[in-house]
């Protein structure tokens, strides 16, 4: 069987860490036997360069007529303008929606030998495991009306937080089948006290979860959550949640990994219970600061390969493999900067990826 993967280096680390990541793959189809495709597109701030948008409906086709796409990052200080609404990130808005990819799927875990890297207290994070569940196409990313005007006393602009109960159910939904194969618990996080789309959020939430009798569902307010979620983060098995909370709880989040570096992410246009086509990105972005030095962290990029395995080919064997190999590399003591400390081995991003491909590949039956 051949599968088509779509690649999209991006911009920044985006390129560096995607090298490693399809290193990865290309040892998946050696060692297990698989056909892959791989087909280059150009997208974000690349794109707006060499073609005057952040992504061409070449591109986007191209993604269209594939089964997964491997996406860099998008994005970078040479394209941050305020004054135009021309951004990189568009290429990953016009994705996420003309390809349906509405649930963004965001496992966080802390790592016994990465405990220390943490701003928290080891006591704090050891043992978190947690999958955000973030709705992606909807929200205030989206919602109409969405636009900038000159009113008599000055500049003005609006965003709206809009959803259907559709948009929530079906996101909801890919929360409750994530947990039944996990602890069988969903917190479903909302701002009820003050927004009347959090009402409806909460309410089919509730509706859709009587469809799972073995998964609890509970609710918590955006503003708790912020805070249970360091003070106690083991707490938490499933969060499902809006598009822009979504975003800022899972920066937040981050620190349980000790490193941005580590965080993978799956786009999913379905439920993961089945092939489902997808987009799989680090969730660390551009890293302009380091683009370039070979010291970026490849591991979230080699982790969203995983999840691309597991989620759009249906290979879960091998994604197994793969995360499997990346535990066993950081236990050897191996550590890109982000995530260095005394007593372990510093290595660049290139060696990182060698490692973990190395370790792969030697493994027996
Ligand atoms: C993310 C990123 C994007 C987002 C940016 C790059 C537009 O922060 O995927 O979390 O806000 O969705
Ligand atoms: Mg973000």
């Not at 962290?297 to 691309?308: D, E, M, Q, T, Y």
Request: with cysteine; net charge negative; hydrophobic share 40%.
């Amino acid at each position: 069987m051949t599968y088509r993967i779509a690649v999209l280096r991006g911009d920044g680390i985006g390129p560096e860490v995607t090298d490693e990541a399809l290193k990865m793959l290309q040892a998946v189809q050696q060692r297990f036997g698989h056909e892959f495709c791989f087909e280059e597109g150009i997208v974000g701030g690349a794109s707006i360069d060499a073609l005057g948008v952040p992504i061409t409906d070449d591109t986007l086709a191209l993604c269209q007529d594939s089964d997964a796409i491997l996406f860099g990052a998008a994005g970078g200080p040479r394209w941050d303008d305020a004054s135009t609404d021309l951004r990189p990130e568009q290429a990953l808005f016009r994705l996420r929606k003309e390809l349906n990819l509405f649930a963004n799927l965001r496992p966080v875990r802390s790592y016994p030998m990465l405990d220390d890297k943490s701003p928290l207290r080891p006591e704090i994070v050891r043992g978190a495991d947690i999958i955000f569940v973030r709705e992606l196409t909807g929200g205030l990313y989206f919602g109409q009306p969405k636009k900038r005007w000159e009113t008599p006393e000055g500049r003005r602009a609006v965003d709206s937080e809009d959803y259907s109960e559709q948009e929530i159910a079906r996101v909801v939904r890919v929360a409750c089948e994530l947990a039944a194969n996990r602890r069988r618990n969903v917190v479903s996080v909302d701002k009820f006290n003050a927004l009347i789309s959090s009402r409806l959020w909460r309410q089919v939430a509730t509706e859709v979860s009587g469809a799972y009798p073995d998964i609890e569902l509970t609710h918590m307010l955006a503003d708790t959550f912020a805070m249970q979620l360091i003070v106690r983060p083991t707490q938490f098995d499933v969060v499902v949640t809006t598009n822009m909370f979504g975003d800022i709880f899972t920066d937040e989040a981050a620190v349980l990994s000790g490193s941005m570096g580590m965080l993978p992410s799956a786009s999913l246009s379905g439920l993961p219970t089945g092939r489902t086509r997808g987009l799989y990105e680090p969730i660390h972005g551009s890293a302009p600061d380091i683009t370039g030095k070979g010291i970026a962290n490849p591991l979230a990029a080699i982790l969203s390969s995983a999840l691309l395995l597991r989620y759009s080919l249906g290979l879960n064997e091998e994604a197994e493999a793969v995360e499997q190999s990346v535990m066993s590399v950081l236990e050897q003591g191996y550590r890109t900067s982000d995530i260095f400390s005394e007593g372990t081995t510093r290595v660049s991003t290139r060696e990182m990826g060698d490692l973990v491909v190395g370790r792969f590949a030697a493994h027996k039956g």
